[in-house]
T-cell receptor
Framework: DQQVKQNSPSLSVQEGRISILNCDYT??????FLWYKKYPAEGPTFLIS?????DKNEDGRFTVFLNKSAKHLSLHIVPSQPGDSAVYFCAASFTNAGKSTFGDGTTLTVKP | KAGVTQTPRYLIKTRGQQVTLSCSPI?????VSWYQQTPGQGLQFLFE???????NKGNFPGRFSGRQFSNSRSEMNVSTLELGDSALYLCASSLETGYNSPLHFGNGTRLTVT
């Protein structure tokens, strides 16, 4: 049973446009959500996070939205840049447990 | 500040052998987690250590084990290797266990089992 799902394996957008990456989860007890970005031959790097007490968190070009009733979160990148091309992983965790549960990732390609 | 260091970067082993992977966390980080990434799959959680104690364990067979030393460095061991163990093994450290600490990943060890 996959508790965190990223249903789109890939996404392609034009430079300057908005990229929207989606993530669904099944366990309503998750209370902290994170996005990581991964370039080839490197480990994932932390991008942005959101607590379940919020519905939006913004950091520069990156905004994460959380819809608890739908058990859905999304990452918006505006404007998208070619350097954003990478695999994006959504992760969910419980505040008092170290384990993060990851989705399968979405490969974002930003075309110049 | 140096990042998470994993050694070796690449390993080729034969079925039935055993392997040990090493991870040095960021200085000051006391929690170390291990993940397995296989093609087309996300990161599968293996285990987490904090202050030399295993705090969480994923759904992997007992052939997969780990430990953490007093300096927070961690090792992961896989015995009786199978072809399906071929994967990228990622180590991640964080300041604390839980408490919403983001993970800081190393670049991984690519294990190939032939």
């Amino acid at each position: 049973d996959q508790q965190v799902k990223q249903n789109s394996p890939s996404l392609s957008v034009q430079e300057g446009r908005i990229s929207i990456l989606n993530c669904d989860y099944t366990n309503s007890m998750f209370d902290y959500f994170l996005w990581y970005k991964k370039y080839p031959a490197e480990g994932p790097t932390f991008l942005i996070s959101i607590s379940s007490i919020k519905d939006k968190n913004e950091d520069g070009r990156f905004t994460v939205f959380l819809n608890k009733s739908a058990k859905h979160l999304s990452l918006h990148i505006v404007p998208s840049q070619p350097g954003d091309s990478a695999v994006y992983f959504c992760a969910a965790s419980f505040t008092n447990a170290g384990k993060s549960t990851f989705g399968d990732g979405t490969t974002l390609t930003v075309k110049p | 500040k140096a990042g998470v260091t994993q050694t070796p970067r690449y390993l080729i082993k034969t079925r039935g052998q055993q392997v040990t992977l090493s991870c040095s966390p960021i200085s000051g980080h006391r929690s170390v987690s291990w993940y397995q990434q296989t093609p087309g799959q996300g990161l599968q959680f293996l285990f987490e250590y904090f202050s030399e104690t295993q705090r969480n364990k994923g759904n992997f067979p007992g052939r997969f084990s780990g430990r953490q030393f007093s300096n927070s460095r961690s090792e992961m061991n896989v015995s009786t290797l199978e072809l399906g163990d071929s994967a990228l093994y990622l180590c991640a450290s964080s300041l604390e266990t839980g408490y919403n600490s983001p993970l800081h990943f190393g670049n991984g060890t690519r294990l190939t089992v032939t």
